[in-house]
Nanobody, 128 residues
């Protein structure tokens, strides 16, 4: 069974930074794609970024390019989302999601329905 646990959310002032972590278990020797999504109150869930463990390819939504960086640790069990230059519009619950398998070339992103496993989410609040 794959479990995902997000951490690193919190309250930050506009212009500040946070690093979110998504720790995955139950993935011994498996490749995967992990995506980050967010959902603000009253809004649809939107894709933020994703990464493929098989080739390291990444995707960023347009509004995150240049501000957010997705990466994984050397043993590929934790994926990070470094978020810089945060603004109040980034306030949301951030979720990570995973699909097991080899998925090179995720540069165009993957929709939420494509993923098989989801974490519980972590709140990010950016004050003005």
């Amino acid at each position: 069974e794959v479990l995902l646990v997000e951490s690193g959310g919190g309250l930050v002032q506009a212009g500040g930074s946070l690093t979110l972590s998504c720790a995955a278990s139950g993935l011994i020797f498996d490749d995967y794609a992990i995506g980050w999504f967010r959902q603000a109150p009253g809004k649809e869930r939107e894709g933020v970024s994703c990464i493929s463990s098989s080739d390291g390819s990444t995707y960023y939504a347009d509004s995150m390019k240049g501000r957010f960086t997705i990466s994984s640790d050397n043993v590929k069990t934790t994926v990070y989302l470094q978020m810089n230059s945060l603004n109040p519009e980034d306030t949301a619950v951030y979720y990570c999601a995973l699909k097991r398998g080899r998925f090179p070339g995720v540069g165009a992103g993957k929709p939420a329905w494509w993923y098989d496993y989801w974490g519980q989410g972590t709140q990010v609040t950016v004050s003005s």
